[in-house]
């Protein structure tokens, strides 16, 4: 990146888009429901079970005008998904004040790992081990979904249900690799412990993007 485009996207004003699609929201509290997804490349929290690795390197994804990010994604759907890689990575202020500007609600998928940027209808929190979530972020998060790998992610996610604020609803989703190993686990956690819900990969069961 020449040192221009590297100004702008600092300041937000161009991002690295990975991919865009309109599909359905597969996850959490809003699954079943359209939206169209913008996945914006980087990430650096390096979970080895992430299912969008080719995310990780921003610089294999075109910066591309915040602007025409806006133009096009409010022509699909007035639901945008933020998503990456690490929207977080990024300065999200000129993405999502200029989708609210056209009318669209604007959710995100986040580790919460750095510092919350922009104005959001929907924060989906899904934090990760390795880079826990700011303490803003658990203030704000309208949901919490704790991805299950192993047994030990129950004990974490009691954990980060403890900082979430108190209208934050939580979720206990499989990882995928692992789906028939944990659901089991996970149905009798949630009906031992009925404060939590089970989120389904369902766009996955249901072979759409
Ligand atoms: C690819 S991430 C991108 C957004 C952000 N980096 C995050 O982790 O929240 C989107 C969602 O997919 C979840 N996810 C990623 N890989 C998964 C897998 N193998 N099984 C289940 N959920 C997964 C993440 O925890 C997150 O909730
Ligand atoms: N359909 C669909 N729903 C999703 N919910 C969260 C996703 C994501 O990767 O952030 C995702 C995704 O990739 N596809
Ligand atoms: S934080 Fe999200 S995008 Fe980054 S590695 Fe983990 S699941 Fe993948
Ligand atoms: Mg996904």
């Known amino acids: ?5 590297l100004e702008l996207v600092s300041k937000g004003e161009m991002l690295p888009l ?6 359905i929201q597969g996850e959490g509290y809003h699954k079943g429901t359209a939206a169209y997804f913008v996945r914006i490349g980087g990430c650096d929290v390096g979970c080895h079970w992430c299912d969008v690795k080719e ?7 075109p910066p591309t005008k915040t602007a025409s ?6 022509k699909y759907s007035d639901t945008v998904v933020v998503t990456g890689g690490e929207p977080l990575t990024w300065n999200m202020t ?29 924060i989906c929190l899904s934090p990760k081990k390795m880079k826990l979530p700011t303490k803003e972020v658990y203030e704000k998060a309208n949901e919490l979904k704790v991805i299950v790998y192993n047994k030990d992610d129950f004990r974490f996610a009691e954990e980060q249900a403890a900082k979430v604020n108190e209208d934050c609803i ?19 956690y949630v009906m031992k412990h009925p404060k939590w ?11 759409i993007p």
């Open 69 to 74: 990010i806006i133009e096009n994604a409010t």
């Open 1 to 5: 990146m020449n040192k221009e485009i």
């Open 18 to 23: 990975m991919e865009e699609f309109y599909t």
């Open 197 to 207: 819900k089970v989120s389904l990969q369902t766009h996955k069961y249901l072979n």
């Open 94 to 122: 000129n993405l999502t004040e200029g989708l609210k500007a056209k009318g669209a609600m604007v959710h995100i998928e986040t580790s919460g790992a750095y510092e919350l940027t922009g104005t959001w209808d929907w």
């Open 170 to 188: 939580l979720y206990l989703q499989p990882e995928w690799s692992k789906r028939d190993k944990v659901i089991p686990l996970i149905v009798d």
């Open 55 to 61: 995310s990780w390197n921003a610089n294999l994804h």
